[in-house]
Every structure is written in C-alpha cells, then in structure tokens.
C-alpha cells in the first residue's frame, strides 16, 4: 500500500512514459508504477549508495530487478544518450536541488516533469517555465498531517502572473489551497516580534490579497 502521498503521484503517468525518478531512495512508488503497468520504462536512481540500496532491495523483493534499472549519481548525469527517457519524477526534494539537477542537457528530450518539492514551489514555477515548459496540473493536499503540492509541467511556453507564479495558475482557484495560505499568515503574525513591523505589513498585504481570491 503506497501513502497518500506517493499514490497522489502515480495518476500523472501514463503507459507510453518512459520515466527517471530522480532521488528514488525507497524506490517504492517505482515499484507500484511497474507492477501495475502505468508506465513503459523505469529507471531509478539516487546519488546516496544507501539509499540506493534500500530501493534495489525493494525491488528485489518484489521481482522487478529485471525490469527497473537502478543508477548510482547525481541526477541527470546518470542517463545516457540511448535511455530515451522523456519523463521526470522528482519527490522530497528542496525546489535549489530540483533546479540544480534540472540544469542539465538531458532536459532537451523530457516531456513531462512531475514534481512534489519539499518547498519554494514560486521559485520552481519560475525556472522551470523559463525553460521551456507550461504547468498543465496542480495540487494540494494533506498526508498525515503535512501539506504537499504537486505541480506537472509539459512542453510548452506560456506567460504567467506574478500572482500565478507565486500561488500557482491552478490553486489559485482552489480555495482550500487559498484558506491554508492565509491561515499560515495568521499564524506568523501571531508570533512576530513588535520590531518587524514591515513584515507584518507584507503579510497583512498578502491576506488581503489572499482574501479577494477566496472572494471571487
Ligand atoms: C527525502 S528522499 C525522497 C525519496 C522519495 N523520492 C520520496 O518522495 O519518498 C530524497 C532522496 O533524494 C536523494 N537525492 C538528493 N539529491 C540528489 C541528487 N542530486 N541526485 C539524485 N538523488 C538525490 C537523497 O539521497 C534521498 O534519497
């Protein structure tokens, strides 16, 4: 059984991609995917040896080591000229390291990327649509307690919002997604010392803004 999570990620796949899961460590939503046939190519790898393991012995338990190739290194360095991988999956990463792995020339034959970063979504919105890709799916949702979003990004070029890149094009739609945003910065607020009053100010501004979206 995959947490929600993991299971959250799986419906952005489908049968003709041929995928990367960048950081895979566990390797157990790669697994999922290939048993039950969501996708044509799977390779995993991460640039930890321990990790690494960890995924290979799930993949042994389960069968697949014949079906999963496993790579050891640092994000797209571990491909080469003839994997023909189209699709990227990154999850639990901070938005420095997605872009750093990103800036890479195996980026020229993806597709797709479906990306759960650990933070700075704006900051992820903003390079990756820079380099030749449109958002096509956004999401939000809790697992155990923790707030996640996942963003799907596909060939493309589009001009977004400040507002879009900050919130997202699609949550800014989402008003559950909207209410959390403005709950964060009450809760901030709450704990901000009586000298950071310009903070205070951006936040206030923010909620305001905030506020008109859930409004519309
Ligand atoms: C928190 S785990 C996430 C595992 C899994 N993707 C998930 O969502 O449950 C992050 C993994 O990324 C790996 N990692 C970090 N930087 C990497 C890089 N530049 N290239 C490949 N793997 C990396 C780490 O070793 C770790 O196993």
């Known amino acids: 059984m995959l947490s929600k999570r993991l299971q959250s990620l799986t419906k952005y796949f489908n049968k003709?991609?041929?995928v990367i899961d960048i950081g895979c460590d566990h390797a157990l939503i790669d697994i999922y995917m290939v048993k039950y046939n969501l996708?044509?190519?799977?390779i995993v790898s991460d640039i930890h040896e321990g990790a690494l393991k960890q995924g290979i012995n799930n993949?042994?338990?389960n069968h697949l080591k014949d079906v999963i190739e496993?790579?050891?290194?640092?994000?797209?360095?571990?491909?080469t000229d003839d994997d023909k991988i189209d699709t990227i999956l990154i999850s639990g990463m901070g938005a420095s390291t997605i872009i750093d792995i990103?800036?890479?020339k195996y980026i020229n034959n993806i597709n797709k990327l479906v990306i759960q970063s650990n933070n700075?979504?704006?900051?992820l919105r903003r390079y990756i649509t820079s380099i030749g890709f449109i958002i096509t799916n956004e999401e939000y949702f809790i697992d155990n307690g923790k707030k996640y979003i996942n963003i799907i990004f596909e060939r493309g070029t589009k001009e977004y919002t400040d507002i879009e890149y900050q919130f997202g094009p699609i949550l800014i739609?989402?008003?559950e997604y909207i209410q959390s945003?403005?709950?964060s910065r009450v809760k901030i607020i709450s704990s901000i010392p009586s000298d950071k009053e310009s903070l205070r100010l951006t936040l206030n501004n923010e909620i305001k803004m905030l506020s008109e979206l859930i409004s519309r």
């Open 120 to 123: 700075d979504y704006e900051k």
């Open 59 to 61: 993949i042994k338990l």
């Open 181 to 183: 945003e403005i709950d």
């Open 16 to 18: 003709e991609d041929n």
């Open 39 to 42: 996708v044509n190519k799977m």
């Open 70 to 79: 496993c790579r050891l290194g640092d994000g797209l360095n571990v491909l």
């Open 102 to 104: 990103l800036n890479n």
């Open 173 to 175: 739609n989402n008003k």
